[in-house]
Structure formats: C-alpha cells, structure tokens
C-alpha cells in the first residue's frame, strides 16, 4: 500500500512494492502487505504521522532492529514528522528503555537523515541547563497534569507524595524525566503520551500503563487513539504483549 511506499527506496509502483516485499519474505511478506500495511496501517484512528511516531518509539525500544528502524524513519520523514521530532523519540525513550538502546536509535536515526536529506539536515542540538528549582517546577506540573491534580493539590505535596513512594527514583522521576524529558518543546505532551504508552506495551510493562493510560487522557489522547496504538502494538511486538496491553488501556481509560 502506501505507506511500503514511504519505506521500500527506490521502488514507485505499489505493484512493484507488493512484489519486492512477497518475493523477499514469501508468506510473510503477504501479511506485511495485506495485514501490517493494508489493515491495519490503513485505519483510520490514527493519522499516519502518529503511527511512524509510535512505530519508530516501537522499534527502537525493542533494540536490535537496525534496518527495521531505518526503514521506519524514512518512512516518518515522509509521513511529516521533522527530524528534530524523530531523534526527540530517541531522547524521550532513554528514560522508559534505557540508554543503551536510545543512544544506538539515535546513531541510526542521525546516519539515515543525514542520508535521506543531505545538506538539508539540521544537525543534532545539545539540551541546554536549567536549574533546579526550574526543573523541580516544571517537573511537578508535567507530574501533576498527567495525574490530573493540577490545581487541586499544592505542587510541593504532589512532588512529595512521588518521592515518599519512590525515594530517590521518585526524585529522578520529578526532576529529571519529569522536569528534563517531558518539558522538551521537539514533541508535544499528546505525542509523549502516544508513544509512552506504545513503548510501555511493546516492553510488556502494562503495570505502567496505570498511571499513564489516565495520563494520555488528560494529555488530549482519547479512548479509541489508544486502542488504535494497542492494534498497531500487535504488529510490532505481537498479540500477547497487545492483549495484555488492551485490559490495562480499557480498564484505565474508563476510571480515568
């Protein structure tokens, strides 16, 4: 369909795709086609931006996919989202999959821009400082919004009651995933949420999914969004890790 069109260089013609991706993967390759792409990628509960969002968060957080995810992002590129949006995955990703694994999805994520796009690609941009009352700050309102307590609880209480729970993680959460990944402008907290929750699920963590189920809610994702990224979770991590996911999204999204 269209959107092997986005990932299969060099090939035009969706006949010619269709054939290119059967002939090298046999049977296979007909389900990549007729369910992956002509299914499900073909839904209308997501537009096709969101779905590179979360398929290259996907990807990459399962690790050891290289030309997979380098076909993904060429694909994103062509379904909108900029470059400094794509590596923004890999930043976002290093506090739910580890460092490891984002710093590998950025080195394949730089090589294939800077091959898709030539001298047009902006180079990456170092984060810059903040303090730490800033951090601490912006960290429980980003806190406090996906947990729905902004302006019904006093910010210091509701950084208080994470690290209570935490200790020193709950720390980190407020100060430095909170307060340094979330507040980052190359994504939106909608687009966060969406590929949170994909990444959550594609790990098998559904526990997680407790708290950031009501999150994307409260971040402007709805119900039937989520269920779309549970389908597309199917995909690519398969249907065990998507049904357990499914319970935790419709059981969440209804208290929420």
């Known amino acids: 369909g269209h959107y092997a069109a986005g990932i299969a260089r060099g090939l035009t013609s969706p006949i010619l795709i269709e054939n290119y991706v059967r002939g090298w993967t046999g049977s296979l390759g007909t389900y990549a086609v007729d369910h992956a792409f002509g299914a499900v990628w073909a839904r209308p509960g997501l537009i096709r931006r969101d779905r590179s969002l979360i398929v290259v968060a996907m990807v990459a ?18 379904h909108g989202l900029e470059p400094d949006e794509i590596r923004e995955i890999a930043v976002h990703l290093c506090g739910y999959a580890g460092f490891p694994r984002a710093i590998e999805a950025m080195r394949v994520m730089n090589h294939t821009i800077a091959q ?8 990456p941009t170092a984060a810059s400082v903040k303090d730490e009352a800033a951090r601490r700050a912006e960290g429980t309102e980003v806190f406090q919004r996906l947990t729905g307590t902004l302006g019904t609880l006093e910010p210091e209480a509701a950084a208080q009651s994470l690290e209570d729970d935490l200790s020193a993680l709950g720390h980190a959460a407020i100060n430095w995933g909170f307060g340094e990944l979330w507040t980052r402008e190359q994504l939106s907290l909608r687009d966060r949420s969406l590929l949170i929750v994909a990444v959550l699920s594609t790990l098998g963590r559904t526990e997680q ?33 998507a049904a357990s996911a499914i319970k935790m999204v419709r059981e969440h999204a209804k208290t929420a």
């Open 209 to 241: 999914l407790a708290f950031h189920v009501p999150g994307a809610l409260n971040h402007g994702v709805t119900p039937e969004e989520l269920e779309e990224v549970v389908l597309m979770v199917s995909i690519y991590a398969g249907f065990p890790f």
């Open 116 to 123: 898709e796009l030539g001298d047009k690609a902006p180079p």
């Open 61 to 78: 957080a399962l690790g050891g996919q290289n030309p997979q995810l380098a076909a993904h992002v060429r694909g994103a590129l062509n």
